[in-house]
């Protein structure tokens, strides 16, 4: 288990309570469950007002002793604070724009697990990819040809649902995509057999949704690829780099 500095993640006031009844232990804190981002977005506008205040009051000349002292964080997280590139404050919204806001931000990850703890609605998922390290490429459009299903009605699904549940949720997602364009990236996770030597990209996210997209006729989709082995990263880019080039290149013409 990764444990963390509680200065680092509590706001002061809280943090003091928390010494009177626990100064020096170490605390378990269970998870509350699903918790929607809208609702955890406050804390994460606290924490970016709070770093931008520390900023602009060292920039005027306070010390960063001073500031560790006020904000009861340490001298080494102020500095890290004050020479560190200021970031956008970017809120997460189920949209591709805004998965591409995050991804050009250098966020992508944190898109990745906001997504997955509300909309997703899958946290196990969230809480697995925080496991281990792992890369996250895209959003790029990728043809749907090149990912399989793992969850559906049919027999040899690794998650196996309810036909009619399927299919009602293929047919709301299929009215979805009519109206509206600006759907979230499927989450794809790559990874290559030495087995049969073969690519495989496994469809972790958005199975309802990808067999919609194909019974409308689309070619290709926005996806997310994540790769934990270094190895497979570089197989990936050799073989389908150019997709995530040709992606950069429509940025660049926007």
Not at 113 to 130: I, M, R, T, V
Not at 147 to 157: L, Q, S
Not at 197 to 215: S, V
Not at 221 to 226: D, K, L, S
């Amino acid at each position: 288990m990764k444990y963390e500095n509680a200065r680092e993640l509590l706001p002061p006031e809280l943090l003091r309570q928390v010494q009177k009844y626990a100064a020096g232990k170490t605390l378990y804190i269970p998870s509350m469950g699903k918790v929607s981002w809208g609702e955890s977005s406050g804390y994460r506008r606290y924490l970016w007002e709070r770093n931008e205040e520390i900023r602009a009051r060292f920039r005027q000349g306070e010390s960063a002793a001073a500031l560790a002292e006020i904000f009861c964080l340490s001298e080494d997280s102020i500095r890290k604070i004050v020479y560190k590139k200021e970031e956008p404050m970017l809120d997460y919204e189920c949209t591709l724009t805004c998965c591409q806001a995050f991804a050009r931000a250098g966020r992508l990850e944190e898109w990745v697990h906001a997504y997955l703890l509300s909309d997703g609605d899958n946290p196990p998922f969230s809480h697995g990819l925080k496991l281990f390290d792992r890369f996250f490429l895209g959003p790029v459009s990728m043809p749907l040809s090149l990912f399989r299903r793992c969850c559906g009605p049919e027999e040899g699904m690794k998650w196996r649902v309810h036909p009619v549940h399927f299919e009602n949720k293929v047919q709301r997602m299929m009215e979805t995509r009519r109206a509206d364009t600006d759907m979230p990236p499927l989450i794809i996770h790559y990874l290559f057999s030495e087995t049969d030597g073969q690519p495989e990209f496994e469809l972790n996210e958005g199975n309802d949704r990808f067999e919609a997209y194909k019974r409308l006729g689309l070619a290709e989709t926005p996806v997310i690829i994540w790769i934990t082995e270094k190895e497979e990263l570089e197989r990936f880019m050799a073989d389908y780099g150019s997709y995530l080039g040709r992606q950069e290149e429509d940025h660049a013409k926007l």
